[in-house]
Structure formats: C-alpha cells, structure tokens
C-alpha cells in the first residue's frame, strides 16, 4: 500500500517547484487471537459455582483438553496463558506439550472471586444468598458479591493484561485459557459491547473448551472469527448461562 502527498518548495521570490512523493505504509501487524474455556470441571459436573476454588478437571474435562489441544496445535500458535486456577492450567497444559512451549499462568485472567456462592450448587445460592445470586445471573455489572468481587473488577483485571500481552506479542498466535464469566466479559469488552456506563451486560456463553478467535490490529481494529467455536468437541457441555465456573 502507497501514499501520494504533494510538495510544494519555493526556488527564490518568483519560482515554485512542486513534486511528488510516495511513501510506503507497512501494514499493521495482524495478532490472531484464541480466548479458550477449561474443559468440564468436577464443580461443573455438579453444577456448582467453581469461582477462585481450586476443583480440577473431570475425565470428561480431560479429554476435552486433549481434543482442544490437538486442533489448536494446527493454529500456529506463539504463546500460551492461563489463568492460575487448576482447572484452566489443567487445560492448557495439552497443548503446552505438544507445542515444547511454557504456560504462563497469571491471576489476571482468573473466573470472578464469587465470595460465598463459591462451592454451592446454583439452587443453593438462590436459596441462601438471592440477593447475590440474582444480581450475578442479571449481569449487574457493579454489584459486589460478599466476600467477592463485581464484573467491573474482574474486567478491569481481565483486559489490562490483555492489552499488555497483545503489545508483547504483537503479529503472533496467542492462546488464553481462562473461564466462561472471564471470557465473556473479555469478549465483550474487544467488541466494543461496554464501557464506564454499562450496568448490564448481555450473557455470552462459552462451552466447555469452547474458543473464541479474534483477529486484532489495534484496540480500534478487532475482528471476531467464531465464537464459542466446539467443532473439535464431541461432546460439549457447560452451555448453561449463568454458571460462572
């Protein structure tokens, strides 16, 4: 790609000599983007809130990693994060393997701290703690949960490292393996779908090693490939949508 600008210089008091130039404008470096749930947890099998605890994968989340890691080894991917938790780790590790390459784990990209619905079944928490359940399965986006954190803080948390691992790595194939509630509100966020007034926020849910694709050239430049793309999958499951496990 070329740009034409024109110059103009003066030669003395009378004269006036115009030229051409064109300067070539390299292209913006185009990142690819993989943001990838666990595989079914054991709290997802029970269908309870898995939060900051500590429940690894089920066998079935097992072999869901195993499939995930071996279409996204034919991705070309660079470089691979995690979330910290277990079952995130438990999932990126696969591929870690396949590819001779670090996981590189962070909070930053943990499910949200839900305080003390952690560990209850989702009857349970309606039952003991409606107020906080309620205003989680509604996506208020600034409610606190008790001895927890809002969607505000976990976004906040989410997207500032984010944009620091799309500057270090810049033109590459990135995998992120992180939770439903996590990458809902990321993917929210790189479409441009909230801001500082948002107080509700639409639902997208993300299966068990589910992936989104993104391509993105700048924070003005995301393009969305698929979401919640499970062609790998035999059997995907956690397609509930309120279960931020």
Known sequence: MSFRFQVFRFQGLSSLKHETRYVK????????????????????????????????????GRHQAEATAEALAKEGVNAIYSSDLDRAVQTAEPLA???NIPVRTTRAFRERNVGVLEGLTFDESREHHPKDYYALVNRNVHHVITKGESYRHLLRRATGELWEILRNHQGQRIAIFSHTGAI???????IGAINRTTKQ????????????????????????????????????????AFAAA
């Open 25 to 60: 404008l390299l292209p913006m470096p185009v990142t690819r983007l993989f943001l990838i749930r666990h595989g079914q947890s054991a709290g997802n099998a029970e269908g309870r809130f898995g939060g900051h605890g500590p429940t690894p994968l089920s066998e079935l």
């Open 97 to 99: 393997r396949l590819l």
């Open 184 to 190: 809902c509100f990321l993917t929210l966020h790189l």
């Open 201 to 240: 926020t639409p639902w997208l849910v993300t299966s068990n090693c589910g992936i989104n694709r993104f391509e993105v050239r700048g924070r003005s430049n995301v393009r969305v490939l698929a979401l919640n793309d499970t062609r790998h999958l035999i059997e995907p499951t956690g397609n509930d």
